[in-house]
């Protein structure tokens, strides 16, 4: 099974190392994962050392700019699309920003689930 872990930024937080070892988990139960972050982060990008250290695909979709703390139309077709070219069968977002734009665009993405996962204080 094809598993999209979609994150807002690959910068490390508690949310994020449960999503890369969850992904993790999920490769070695036999799926093909990859973890997808919306936004690069600043430093040195702790998820993508901890997906290579996992051996799981690490990928930056593109995620245009946002009207305040919303995404416009466009950032949610982007997304849309950049998901649908992973062609993923299950879409796993773990915090406040990717649960939403997940939640709107998993069926367009060809996926058969989408499972929401908050693992912050969605605070957003």
Do not use: K, Y
């Amino acid at each position: 099974m094809r598993i999209i872990v979609v994150i807002c930024t690959l910068d490390i937080g508690g949310a994020e190392r449960q999503a890369v070892l969850l992904g993790s988990a999920l490769r070695r139960a036999g799926h093909e994962v990859a973890i997808a972050a919306l936004f690069g982060g600043l430093g040195p990008q702790g998820v993508r050392g901890l997906c290579a250290r996992e051996r799981l695909a690490c990928l930056r979709v593109r995620m245009p700019a946002l009207e305040g703390e919303s995404p416009t139309r466009g950032a949610v077709r982007q997304f849309a699309c950049d998901l649908a070219g992973l062609a993923p069968e299950v879409v796993l977002p773990f915090t406040a920003l990717p649960n939403v734009l997940c939640g709107l665009t998993w069926r367009r993405a060809g996926a058969q689930a989408c499972v929401w996962n908050q693992r912050d204080a969605g605070v957003e």
